[in-house]
């Protein structure tokens, strides 16, 4: 009895000196893929309007009141044709004025010529005196000079007289109107504006990201209407904003439209889209994308020890299923696509062999 005693207690003593090996955890199984490297040409599709080459704002150089409006919104207009007119009375009587003191000076300058001509004659014959025939003179230049000056005042009366019609001066189309019949306009107050006949442009607002991209040789614009999108066209970009616009952070660029169609009126939306120089970048699909401290990473699955690591890495773009990267994962380098968030740095995965695509 004592000998079983005493080996029960030799057999807790020696369990109570060795503690129980803990059970081997099992690698989490995990989705992978293979980071890739291709020849990356991004396109950049983007919303336009075609405009003029050339806009003008027409307005009157007299103030008064519009009398009469001949055009409206749309019209296309020409160079001599009238657009608007405004009450010409006051011009009217500057002018009749402006003529009668050409009378005037006229009337005057024949009596001066008269006197000086008789002082001549008597001076050439010794009947009169220096002093006279001095006057004389004097009198005519200053009745020269005072025609001269009244028929200056009567070109600018009915110059301002003309200018109570407004003219278009050019071929174009009118985009806007502010004037009504009736309305008492100022100079210089902008009453049409005319996209002028030429050259038309597809304007759009570029974010200013876009300009870090190289654009391609030939930079060559696809241009399509929106309304018909088998309406197309070529396009060059002819002038690029050196400024920033502060209300939309864009960037206004303007791509002279090559042989437009008739179809692509003034006005009319477009869809312009261009392509950038290929770049050699590595393409991962959407699902390896997770966050390290609030900045985009991926987690590495390192081939021989079977173990994981996150790592940083840099966006040049989305896609759909696909991101483009700057920097941060090789070509070849695997990737986990699924199972990320039971992952820590070091931890061991499985994953078939097929898996890494």
Wanted: with cysteine.
């Amino acid at each position: 009895m004592r000998a079983g005693i005493s080996c029960l207690a030799l057999l807790l003593l020696a369990g109570c000196g060795q503690e129980a090996a803990p059970p081997e955890r099992q690698p989490l199984r995990v989705g992978v893929e293979t980071a890739r490297a291709t020849d990356y040409a991004p396109a950049v599709v983007l919303t336009g309007e075609v405009r003029a080459r050339i806009q003008s704002d027409l307005s009157f150089r007299v103030s008064g009141r519009v009398i009469q409006r001949n055009v409206d919104v749309g019209a296309h207009v020409t160079p001599d044709q009238v657009l608007a007119e405004v009450d010409p009375q006051e011009q009217q009587a500057n002018v009749t004025a402006a003529e009668a003191t050409v009378q005037a000076a006229e009337a005057q300058l024949r009596q001066a010529s008269s006197a000086f001509d008789r002082q001549k004659q008597l001076m050439d014959r010794g009947f009169t005196t220096r002093r006279e025939y001095d006057q004389a003179e004097a009198s005519f230049r200053t009745a020269e000079g005072t025609l001269q000056s009244a028929q200056a005042q009567l070109g600018t009366a009915r110059d301002q007289l003309g200018h109570t019609i407004l003219r278009a001066g050019v071929s174009g189309t009118i985009t806007a109107r502010n004037v009504e019949v009736g309305q008492v306009v100022q100079a210089a107050q902008t009453m049409f504006s005319i996209a002028q006949d030429g050259p038309r442009d597809a304007v759009f607002n570029v974010y200013e990201s876009v300009f870090v991209q190289q654009p391609a040789d030939d930079g060559t614009i696809e241009l399509a209407l929106i309304s018909d999108p088998a309406v197309t066209a070529k396009g060059k970009v002819r002038e690029v904003s050196p400024t920033i616009d502060p209300q939309t952070g864009t960037v206004r660029v303007k791509v002279n439209i090559i042989d437009p169609p008739p179809a692509m009126a003034l006005g009319a939306p477009v869809v312009g889209s261009g392509k950038f120089r290929a770049r050699s970048l590595v393409i991962i699909p959407a699902a390896a994308l997770t966050l390290d401290s609030g900045f985009p990473a991926v987690w590495v699955v390192d081939p021989t020890k079977k173990t994981v690591s996150l790592r940083k890495i840099v966006i040049d773009s989305y896609h759909t299923g696909e991101v483009v990267l700057r920097d941060g994962v090789k070509p070849g380098e695997v990737l986990v696509t699924s199972g990320a968030q039971l992952l820590w740095p070091n931890k061991v995965v499985a994953f078939a062999q097929g898996g890494a695509k």
